[in-house]
C-alpha cells in the first residue's frame, strides 16, 4: 500500500498519476470500484481494468506499454479530427498544427506516441510538413476592417456572436494573494473529462444564451441553434460565427435556413473578433483554482457564473469592436 501512496506523490505523467490514484482510492482507501468510476468520473470498466491491472503486474502493469504496428482505430480517427479542427480549440494560440502542438493536444486525450511514429501515422493520414505561405499582416487588417464595417450596418438588428469553449476538471491554477517570502501549497484535481460551452451573446445588450455539450461537433451546434431561436422568438437573427467547421456544415447551415438565421463569419484565425471571447475569459477566471471531483462540479460551477452575472455582461459590439470609429 506504500508504494501506492510513494509512487502517486513521485508521478510525473498526468495520466498514469490518475490511474495510480484509482488504484490507491481502492486498495488504501477502500472505495469500491463502483465509487471510484464516480470520484474521477471514469467508466466502471476502466477503473476495473487498471486494478485488476495493479493486482495482476503491481505498478508496472499502471504504465504504458511500448506500442509497436498501427495504432488503434479509434486513435486513427481521434488524430484526424483533431488535425481537422483548429489548434485554438485546443487552448493552443497557432494557427496551424505542428507536430509539437500535435503531440500536446494528444496527450490532452490521453493518447501517447513517439514523435517518429506520429510522423508516419499523420503523413498516413494524408499530412505533411510544409512552410506555410507568408501573407501581409496588413492585409488580414483590411479583412477585419471589412467585417467591422458590415456589423456597423446590422446596428439596429438583432446580432448575436456565437463560439465554444471546453471546460476541463483539471484544476487550473492562477497567482493567489500570500504573503512576501511565503510558497502556498494548492490541492489540485488532475483528470481529462471535460464538457463544451456552447453561448450566444447579444451585441447590443450583453445577454447570453448558453448551453453544454459533450463535444462540439455539427449536431450540438445545429442542438443549441434551435434551442437559441426558441428563446429569442420568431423574425430574422444575424450570427457571427467562426469558421470552425461545424459551423459550415450543410445541416447547421439548412437550420439556419429554416429558423431565420443569418450566419455572418468572421475573417480565418480572428478570435479577437467575437465578443463570447470575453465572456469566456471570465469564466476561465472564475473557474480557477477551484477542485472538481465530478463533471457534475464542473457544470455546476459553470451554471453557478452565469447566475451570478445574470447571464448579463457589461459588453456591447460598438465598444468590443470599435464600430464608433468606423465608417460605412
Not at 55 to 71: A, I, N, Q, T
Not at 90 to 100: F, L, N, P, S, V
Not at 120 to 141: M, S
Amino acid at each position: 500500500m506504500q508504494d501506492l501512496v510513494q509512487a502517486y506523490k513521485e508521478e510525473k505523467n498526468a495520466r498514469i498519476k490518475e490511474r495510480i490514484l484509482a488504484v490507491k482510492l481502492h486498495v488504501v482507501d477502500g472505495k469500491s470500484e463502483k465509487e471510484v468510476s464516480k470520484m474521477l468520473n471514469k467508466g466502471y470498466s476502466t477503473i476495473k481494468l487498471w486494478i485488476g491491472k495493479y493486482k495482476k503486474e503491481g505498478l508496472d502493469g499502471l504504465r504504458d506499454k511500448p506500442r509497436s504496428g498501427r495504432p488503434r482505430k479509434v486513435e486513427e480517427e481521434k488524430i484526424k479530427q483533431i488535425l481537422e479542427d483548429k489548434p485554438q480549440k485546443y487552448g493552443i494560440q497557432e494557427e496551424y498544427w505542428t507536430m509539437r502542438t500535435l503531440k500536446i493536444a494528444l496527450q490532452e486525450q490521453g493518447i501517447e506516441y513517439k514523435k517518429s511514429r506520429l510522423y508516419e501515422l499523420v503523413h498516413e493520414l494524408g499530412y505533411n510538413l510544409v512552410k506555410p505561405r507568408p501573407t501581409n499582416i496588413q492585409a488580414e487588417k483590411e479583412k477585419w476592417e471589412d467585417f467591422k464595417k458590415k456589423i456597423k450596418k446590422l446596428e439596429g438588428k438583432v446580432l448575436f456572436f456565437l463560439d465554444e469553449c471546453r471546460a476541463v476538471i483539471s484544476t487550473s491554477i492562477k497567482k493567489v494573494l500570500a504573503k512576501i517570502g511565503s510558497k502556498p501549497v494548492m490541492r489540485v484535481n488532475i483528470g481529462f473529462s471535460s464538457i463544451y460551452v456552447i453561448l450566444a451573446i447579444n451585441a447590443w445588450t450583453g445577454e447570453v444564451i448558453v448551453s453544454l455539450a459533450k463535444r462540439p461537433n455539427s449536431e450540438s451546434v445545429k442542438y443549441f441553434l434551435r434551442y437559441f431561436k426558441r428563446r429569442v422568438g420568431s423574425g430574422r437573427v444575424y450570427m457571427v460565427m467562426d469558421n470552425y467547421s461545424p459551423h459550415k456544415t450543410k445541416g447547421t447551415l439548412e437550420v439556419c435556413s429554416r429558423k431565420g438565421i443569418h450566419p455572418v463569419f468572421t475573417p480565418p484565425y480572428s478570435p479577437e473578433l467575437n465578443m463570447a471571447e470575453a465572456v469566456f475569459k471570465s469564466l476561465k477566471n472564475y473557474m480557477s483554482n477551484k477542485i472538481f471531483y465530478t463533471i457534475e462540479d464542473v457544470k455546476n460551477c459553470i451554471k453557478q457564473f452565469f447566475e451570478e452575472n445574470k447571464y448579463r455582461f457589461d459588453l456591447n459590439a460598438i465598444t468590443y469592436l470599435g464600430l464608433d470609429k468606423i465608417e460605412v
